[in-house]
């Protein structure tokens, strides 16, 4: 399974654009890149998947580049409740391997 | 549409006690898998069950052990407790034939503290 690196935090204030980049150097061929978002005391959260390019939902977009060794997660005009633990996650969805690894994730705090 | 939900929400049990944990998939899950999460650190995969079988093991002893019925929920169960089983225990559902397309839908957890 390929390691994933992010930040351990981050500081932003309401109305602003974050991004938290995510890096696996060794992403294999049929790995997909997932990022959860976690609030204290509540389960992870799925926000978005991709295996390159860009992916856009209600929620996120996902830029990723052509060599597929980064990723990055983009929070558009964040609030407030956008405070949480966010884990970047790469997984080989092709191999039969359910064993999704969580790294200790990027914790987001949003300042008024 | 019921989403996973776990029991009990709070647990404190004292060193070398057994605990059970129980987990409901969410509505159309066949699948279930349990994490365990120390405080500031990210989940940790215990195991997996589908059709009753556990089909997938972390790195975790003997001690934890789990069990998937026939209506797809499943229980944790942890042996001979220790301080460091203290943790928040997540369950995970899926639905088996789209597990590598859909993602982990997560309950709120059991807070379990031993003393």
């Known amino acids: 399974l390929a390691k994933t690196t992010q930040p351990i935090s981050m500081d932003s204030y309401e109305g602003q654009e974050v991004n938290i980049t995510c890096s696996h150097n060794n992403i294999a061929t049929n790995d997909y890149i997932t990022w959860y978002q976690q609030f204290p005391s509540q389960g992870p959260r799925f926000i978005i998947q991709g295996y390159k390019t860009k992916v856009t939902n209600e929620v996120a977009s996902l830029f990723i580049p052509a060599d597929r060794k980064s990723s990055t997660l983009s929070l558009p005009r964040v609030s407030l409740s956008d405070t949480a633990v966010y884990y970047c996650l790469v997984g080989d969805i092709e191999n039969r391997d359910d064993k999704i690894i969580f790294g200790k994730g990027t914790r987001l705090h949003i300042l008024p | 549409d019921a989403g996973v939900t776990q029991s009990p929400t709070h647990l404190i049990k004292t060193r070398g006690q057994q605990v059970t944990l129980r987990c409901s998939p969410k509505?159309?899950?066949?699948?279930v898998s349990w994490y365990q999460q120390a405080l500031g650190q990210g989940p940790q995969f215990i195991f997996q069950y589908y059709e009753e079988e556990e089909r997938q093991r972390g790195n975790f002893p003997d001690r934890f052990s789990g069990h998937q019925f026939p209506n797809y929920s499943s229980e944790l169960n942890v042996n001979a407790l220790l301080l460091g089983d203290s943790a928040l225990y997540l369950c995970?559902?899926?639905?088996?034939?789209?597990?590598?397309?859909?993602?982990?839908?997560f309950g709120n957890g059991t807070r379990l503290t031993v003393t």
């Open positions: 995970a559902s899926s639905l088996f034939r789209d597990r590598y397309n859909s993602p982990l839908h």
């Open positions: 509505s159309g899950h066949d699948t």
